[in-house]
């Protein structure tokens, strides 16, 4: 159907190479989207590009978006943007009384104010192409944890995730009359080398407390990536969209 088709559309994905990123990625490419993925290494980008390569037009440009030049850097390699996908991140768990402040600088940093900058550097190229009709659009990741209290002891993560979905309605209000939407998904467990190490000791309990009974599977998390970004979501700004199962929602 047309109304979920990319075909022409060209988008970054940043923390693309791997976990939700990737499965964002490839259902852009599947959608029909060209697609520039980016994470800190060379290797797991060359690597990410030659599995996605199969599902349409790729490409890779490694940076560490913790620095502000690096975004900027990011931004200059983009020619034309339709999509901004701002997925990289990182978490950090610990008791209170171990709970370092480099965490909080290191967490912050890459989840809050790396998406901030990240879209300011871009800004010129989404409002470039956006339209009254179609506009340009940013895809915030955030976090069922922004949404709910975790029983992990999570702090610096939960605290970010809340604020990307709240810096996500600001933007939302001052970019809708330039043409460029910005939305949040706050997704729920799914298989990741951030949730590895959770859902291996706990995967089952937390499965059994959705009410869907299950974590989230690669085409849920494509499936509203797609829906964003195409003109099926073209009236949608603002939002902060949770996908997992019904977890912080009905809890």
């Not at 480099?102 to 940093?109: G, H, R």
């Not at 709910?148 to 939960?158: D, F, K, N």
């Not at 949040?184 to 309990?205: I, N, Q, W, Y």
Request: glycine share 10%; net charge negative.
């Amino acid at each position: 159907m047309d109304l979920f088709d990319l075909t022409g559309k060209k988008a970054l994905v940043t923390g693309g190479t791997r976990g939700i990123g990737l499965m964002i990625a490839r259902g852009l490419l599947d959608a029909g989207a060209s697609v520039v993925i980016s994470s800190r290494g060379e290797e797991a980008c060359a690597k990410a590009v030659a599995e996605l390569s199969a599902h349409g037009t790729v490409t890779a440009v490694p940076a560490d978006l913790q620095s502000e030049e690096e975004a900027e850097r990011l931004a200059a390699s983009v020619d034309e943007l339709d999509i901004l996908v701002n997925n990289a991140g990182a978490t950090w768990g610990a008791p209170i009384e171990e709970f370092p402040a480099s965490a909080w600088d290191k967490v912050l940093n890459l989840n809050v104010k790396a998406p901030f900058f990240l879209t300011k550097a871009l800004l010129a190229k989404l409002e470039a192409r956006g339209t009254h009709d179609d506009p340009s659009r940013v895809i915030n990741i955030g976090s069922i944890d922004g949404l709910h209290v975790s029983s992990l002891p999570t702090y610096s993560y939960a605290v970010s995730k809340s604020g990307i979905h709240h810096l996500t309605r600001m933007l939302a209000r001052d970019l809708g009359p330039r043409h460029i939407t910005v939305n949040a998904v706050a997704p729920g467990p799914f298989e990741s080398k951030m949730m590895a190490a959770t859902l291996e000791s706990f995967g089952d309990a937390i499965a059994g407390s959705a009410p869907l009974r299950r974590i989230g599977r690669a085409d849920d998390m494509a499936g509203v990536a797609v829906f964003l970004a195409s003109r099926a979501g073209s009236y949608v700004t603002g939002a902060v969209i949770p996908v997992d199962g019904g977890i912080a929602t009905t809890a």
